[in-house]
C-alpha cells in the first residue's frame, strides 16, 4: 500500500527567503514489520514549563484525564527540582514574570498551590524610561485601579510575579504527580520521528510514531512538541520557522541590593532602562534580591562576564544611572570599573528614587548570557502534530512575555483537546486543532511585532525619531484611562 501524506505535505509550498530557510528533511515512514509501538493519545516532547502546563491542563480536567499521555525529556526531571530547604539567599538566575493570566491557569489546573510561594514576588510598580533623552513612563496599580472599569471588579492589583522558572517546574511536577496518569520518559531523548505503516491491527500511516533512545517506540495520535527553539517535531512536521537573530546578547545575574526597595517589602517596584544598545531591567525578588537582564552587543556581554564582581556591580549601577557615553567607554577598560563609575556618579546628578536602589552584591556564578533571536513557525498545527511555547515562537524578553506565551499556548490547547473531545472528534485532526491557531496565532504574533518594534525603536541614538518617541512616551504616561489600559492588557485582561 502507497505512504499517505498530508495536505501540508501535498500542497505547493510558497517560496522562502534564502536568509530565513533551513533546509527540512521530508517526512521518513517507519516499517510495517517492526514490533507494534505503544499506542497514546497525546505524546508531549519536552518538559519545561509549556509542556508540563499542557499535561497538567489534561489530567486535571474530567473531560481530557482519562487520555493515555505521556512526556518525552532528555534531561533528569527530578534533577531540575528546586530543593525544599533553598535558602532565600540564594536565587535563581533564570527568572520569568508571570502574569496575572498566567497565575490564574496554574491555578485553576492545581499547580499553584504547589508553588514555594515565600521565593516569589509580585510586583505593582514599574518604571521605564528612555536611556538617551529620559523620558518616562510610570505603570502603577494603585493609581490605574480608579480608572478601569467598575463594572470588573476582579482586576488585578499585581503587575506580575517574579518566579524562578525552577519554582514553576518543580511545582507543575509536583501537580502532575499527584494527579497520576502520565507515562514519564526522562533522560530520554527521541532519536527518530517516522511516520506509521497500515498494520493489520491499525492504520498508523498518518500517525508519527517515535524512537527513543532507550528502544521504545511510541505511537501519537497527538504529538505536541513543546521542545525548544530548534523543535525536532516542528521539523518533522515541516513546518517553517522565519526570523531573525537580534545580534544582542540577554546579560542575566541574581543581585543583592542595599535595601528592600524603594517601596519597601510591600510595594515592590520593577524597573526598565532603554539604552541604545538594548533596555536594561532589574526585576524584584523576595527581601532585598533582584533579578538583572541586560540585553547588550555580543561583545559588551562577553566583557561584563569577564569583570570581577565588584566591578560588575558598578556596571549594573551605572547602567540605570549615566550616560550611554559614559557606558560606552567603561566598557573599553581592562578592569577598574568600580573606580572609575564612583567618580562619575559623583558627577552625574540623579533622582534616586527614580531608579533602582544600588546593588550592593551579584551572587557568585550566577552571571551569564544567551544571544536573543525573533522566531515564529508558519502555523502551530500540522496533522497530528501541534506546537506550544519556544517550538512555536522564541521572543525578545524586553517585554517578560515569553513564558507567558507558552502558558497561554498550554491552556488553549487543553481548551481545544477538550472540544473535540467533547464533541467526538479525533483530537488528532487538522479539522480538530484548528481552534488552537486560530485562538493564540494573532495574538503571539501581535506581541512579536510590537516587542521588535520597540528593541527597533529604542536602538535609535539620534535624529528626529528619539524626540518622537520621548513625545509619544510623555503623552501616553499623561493619559491615564489608556496607560490603565494597557496595564489591564498586559495582566492578561480583555
Known sequence: M????????????????????????QRRFASSSADAPDVYDVVCVGGGPAGLSLLTGLKASPITRGLKVALIEGQ?????????????????????SLTPASVRNLQEIGAWAHVNTPRVQPYQEMQVWDGVTDARISFDWHTAKPLLSPRNPAQPTTIAYMIENL???????????????????TSTKVNSIDLGADTEKMDFSSWPILTLSNGKRLAARLLVGADGANSPVRTFADIESRGFDYGRHGVVASLKLAGQGWGGPDHKIAYQRFLPTGPIAMLPLPGNKSTLVWSTTPERAAKLKTLSQNDF??????GFRLSPTDLEYLHTLPSGQEEEVAWREEHTPVNERAIPMQVADVQAGTVVSFPLRMRHADTYTSERVALVGDAAHTIHPLAGQGLNQGQGDAAAL????????QTGQDIGSTLALESYTSERYAENNAMLGVCDKLHRLYSVESGPLVGLRSLGLRAVDAMGPLKALFMSRAAGGS
Open 414 to 421: 487543553v481548551r481545544t483537546i477538550s472540544h473535540a473531545v
Open 313 to 318: 556591580v558598578a556596571m549594573v549601577n551605572a
Open 2 to 25: 502507497p505512504p499517505r501524506i498530508s495536505l501540508r505535505q501535498a500542497r505547493k509550498l510558497p517560496p522562502r527567503s534564502a536568509v530565513w530557510v533551513r533546509a527540512q528533511p
Open 76 to 96: 533528569d526531571l527530578q534533577k531540575t527540582r528546586l530543593p525544599r530547604d533553598a535558602s532565600l539567599e540564594t536565587f535563581s538566575n533564570r527568572c520569568s
Open 167 to 185: 519554582n514553576t517546574v518543580t511545582a507543575l511536577l509536583s501537580r502532575l504527580e499527584q494527579l497520576g496518569g502520565v507515562d514519564f520518559y
